[in-house]
């Protein structure tokens, strides 16, 4: 499965891993925010972006190409869209659809790829997001593949049961026995809600993450935050004034 | 569903971001109520269920499938705002882990999937939930959830101008429907299964409002959704009303003081009814 690629990419080593996340989500918000409010010359403005962005994932040692291919996972959604806009006559439109998505979702994915999630998730908490549901978040994770497996084990069993080709005749039974499937697995997932949440009260737990080690925003952060915030807007306004 | 960065336009986004984060903090402090911590391993392996449960198809008929949406579903076994939570620590994972979903757009799509789609899903439940409208109540459920998501979303993508033709909104709608009920039936079939396996884990509403407030309130959920898909069609209501008035050429001062006013006579209105109508009930 794909989030495997994610995992490996965030325990690298790099200038941009090593950074504070505080300081790479402040870059990713001015970037969001610089590019979705920008509304001329948007082909120089995404190609200055993208390039900026391509030389970030160069810089973390990522692999250019997968990190690429990985952020197109937005585009499907996007092009109908595009399509949809092509079709009513507004071309433009559709491209700076497309335009703005995709380098949205590479800027988001730099920032993922480049941070492990307990660090990602304790940035989030300085900077003010509720603290239970960044728990939630965590534990969300942690047991998506464990459920995931469960359900794939599930769908596999029914398969080997004839629970697929004959019974597409049969729809009505075949509907009752999802249904009864993903009940089974809704009592399993909350019964091992409560193991888990015993399990960890046995080993002390009091509320929240212990992390290994602390998030120290540097002065070398700041002047990240800084430089990228500047260059972001510093390419905007220049392919605005290169466009005029 | 999930719309991604780029989409909506600037003041469209922001707003539901600020409308987002406070709602969100709330349904936080009041999952967290009296439960302390033992409701954040119970949320997070609910988050991963509804993901785990987009694995399991249901034939709708001619060979296609669909799959649990799951709001309503944790509405009525968690509550509305543990629902909720769990709702939009989903869509926040899926933005930044799946790439599904933008970051500025995640207030848009937690309000239309994790608050109101909750919100609307619940509501038919905690109405009719104890009656003998039981299950037509859990069906609805399910239905309403999907129907106001998707209506608020494609409202959303209207309005900041994204350009769809009549008959391509007529089909999204047709779309909507469908995907309404499947959800509809779904929600409603794993309820009764899970009843029969493990009848604690569903919450039973009390029993206490008349059927005249929960056919208002549902109607007012509606109308609110249809109305704002309208509105968005037509977004130029407002303008051609200052058109038509003398606030044309003017400046801004008296288009908003002319905005203040027309306010504060729908509220004068509003006041009025609700004392006139306040008056009939006491008597």
Known sequence: MHHRILERWSRGTSPIHGLDPRAKIAALLVF???LATAHRSLALLSAGLFLLLAGGVFRARLPLWAVIERAAL??????VFAIISWAAGDPARGLSLLAKSYLSALAVLLVVATT?????????EQAGVPRFLLLVGQFLYRYLFVIVEEAQCMRAAAAARAGSARAWLAGTARFGAAA???AVLFARSYGRAEHIHRAMLARGFQGNFQKLERNSFRMSDAGFALTASLAVVALRLAAERLAW | MHIPDGFLATPVWAALDALAAPAVGYAARRAQRGFEHARTPLLGV???FVFAAQMINFPIGAGTTGHLVGGALLAVTLGPASAAIVMTAILAVQALVFQD???LALGANVVNMALVGVLAGYLPYLLWGA?????FSIFAAGALSVLVSAVLALSELLISGVPMSRAMIEISLALFAISAVLEGAITLAVLESLERIQPRLVRQPFPRRSPAFGVIAVAAVLLASVGVLFASQAPDTIQQ??????AESSGWFTKSAAGLGGLALIYGACLLLSRVAGRNRSV
């Open chain 1, 32 to 34: 969001l925010i610089v």
């Open chain 1, 74 to 79: 937005v585009l499907p959604f996007s092009l």
């Open chain 1, 116 to 124: 492990p999630l307990p660090s990602l998730l304790s940035g989030l």
């Open chain 1, 180 to 182: 009864g499937a993903l």
């Open chain 2, 46 to 48: 609910m988050g991963a």
């Open chain 2, 101 to 103: 979903g933008g970051v």
């Open chain 2, 131 to 135: 009656t003998r409208w039981r299950r």
């Open chain 2, 241 to 246: 009303l200052t058109h038509q008035t003398a």
